[in-house]
């Protein structure tokens, strides 16, 4: 990023709290603070375990506002029971208290081990740092403190026009394994000056999620601490947009377009991966039917293991399709990659080239096509290669 | 196996027909004939996508009889349109021209590459030799022919009493990759001298299969040839067992014996797999939430990566868990690693010693057990690991 990340209206910050295992040297504990109460939105893991700080911040956010969002890495505070409810409450507890503000306005998340007690203490001794440093332009640090197995820092910076005013929209996320349709292990945070109501700023969140986080995949796998918030400080001055304003049609592109780049950029720095494949599925019964299909071909083991061999093995496509659970006709499908046909009418192709199918699936991104020929749906998905190097990382996280 | 495969009224064979690539010098066309029109049944592949074979197989099973089954290793006859309907025709129809038979009892079954048509002339060449070579002591090439990336033959056999009778049950299977949930490229073949009705193998199969082979998984991914067979030549010369006979539960626990010991073989076989992990939840509120729940758990490639490392990370198996879909409660769960507590009530156990847990997780088969504390339902499923030889193979099957 050449551009300076910062948005009106909001401060941020991140300082080593010793969270992390000894011998990281990272920063571990981020905040980001808005000058005045910001409207506030989230959404979160749809999976049954639950961390703790998901549980709070989500409870916290039914108010539609919030001041402030303190960020761990290095220990989730999963399945951590009552003490970690303790502990989340104590340390945004403590953010409350030296900002002079209601605990139930600082929302939180975390991102680490799962079932290993969140070091309380600890943050709590670095908050009064975490706080003095806070500064318009922080968010470099805090985009870098957030990060787990991630390569690199993944933001996104906007601007746009509301009107005669210029607005900013900036997201900031981390996540490289456990990334599955369902926000798995995923964190992301948006910051906007636009001034908007929060159940406008919900709806465009659930709507643009299904379309962006949702439609990643690198193993399929999904987390206890998957969180996505949006908060807009109202700095840019405009009237606040409710549903019933055309402007909420900007806003909502820009929310797209931020959540989108950081979609990618995730796919792209997946645990182990060195490429990714883009899999449109068209003609399906339903939207919902081809999700399915998208979805069965991007988290398939084998499709992976052939993407990351560049083998240009279409029937693991083919089989994966069939066994998706959506409506098909196996006569009708037809499978291309990289523009190339496989797949006619259910039968191989008589254009197929293996050689130039096999130089296709070389690519750093690759094109995979579905077409089952029977309506209107259309899905698609990105997906990332399974690589020795995920297994690696993945045999030995936690010792 | 030091016993010596045979089954009263039955013989194999099989030959090199060159169906493989070059220089695969292993048999790939194995036959199996029975001296009597035999009562017969088959479970095949859920995937929309389904091979020749089935579809052939399938339809001559309605009469509930065969006399042989046909069988290549090399190219699976999968996506092959007309043509490849074609190929399955001629090549049992010349088996069947060779025994007077009618072609409508030859059976057939192939695995291999998708998509590649079969080389229906040279299996027609072979077939004589193939032919000529039938005998009751050719159950053992015959186990090897069909066999694609295993490393070793699948086979089981048990005799067992029915009343004053002995008999005999012989169960010969194929498969290493791609073996998930609904038999994905599994091959597996029953002989019994037992005489018994049609209906009710095909009663005892269906049930069995939802217990055995059904609940072993690799990798997620299923098959386009799918097929599970059995035939009895009825040699044993009891009265033909039917549903009302209790000499039924006898044979419907002879076939669960010879399947179950299958699936462990094919679980142990796994591509690339160097370990596995007996999955056992219980307490769900219904078997098909059980089933859920170890089935995801079975397939997340976070908890097969970390079972391959021997990483106590029992949080992949909670995450897993929670995103089965199965109705759940993270307060009432409960997750033990070799016997050792590690989560209860949804908290990291205080009984949990990562030590303990570590060295339970480096044997060669561990049991990972799970209590929802909901209700009575129970499944238990079989996984193996996900190592960086799994990536290697499945990166360059086709090229």
Redesign the interface.
Known sequence: MNRKLSVPGFRAAAVKAGIRKAGDKRDDLALVLCNTLASSAGVFT?????AAPVQITEKRLISGKSRAVLVNAGV?N???????LRAAKATTGEVARLLKMNRSDVLCASTG?????LPAHKMIRATPALVKKLSPNGFDEFSKAILTTDSAPKVAQIYFKLGARRATLLGIAKGS??IAP?M?TMLAFLFTDVGADSKLLQEILSDVTERTFNRVTV??????NDTLLIMSSGAAGNMPISAINPAAKTLAKAVEDVCYQLTEKIARDAEGGTKVARVIVRGALSESDAVKVARTIA????VK??L?????????I??????SGAK???WN?DIKIGGIP??K????SKQ?D?KKV?AAMKKAEVKFEINLNLGQGEASFLACD???E??????????
């Not at 081990?113 to 007690?117: L, M």
């Not at 988290?299 to 084998?302: A, F, I, K, R, V």
């Open positions: 749809l999976n049954e375990v639950r989730a999963a399945m951590t029971g009552k003490d970690g081990v799962i079932g290993v007690q394994g456990m369902n798995a193993d399929g796998d999904t987390s206890t988290e398939s083991p084998l293991a052939a990351h061999g560049g083998d240009p093995n279409w029937g693991r083919a089989a994966a399709a069939g066994r098909m006709d196996q499908l496989c797949v009418s259910g039968t191989a197929f293996e096999a399974l690589s020795a995920y297994v690696r990382i993945n045999a030995h996280y936690r010792t």
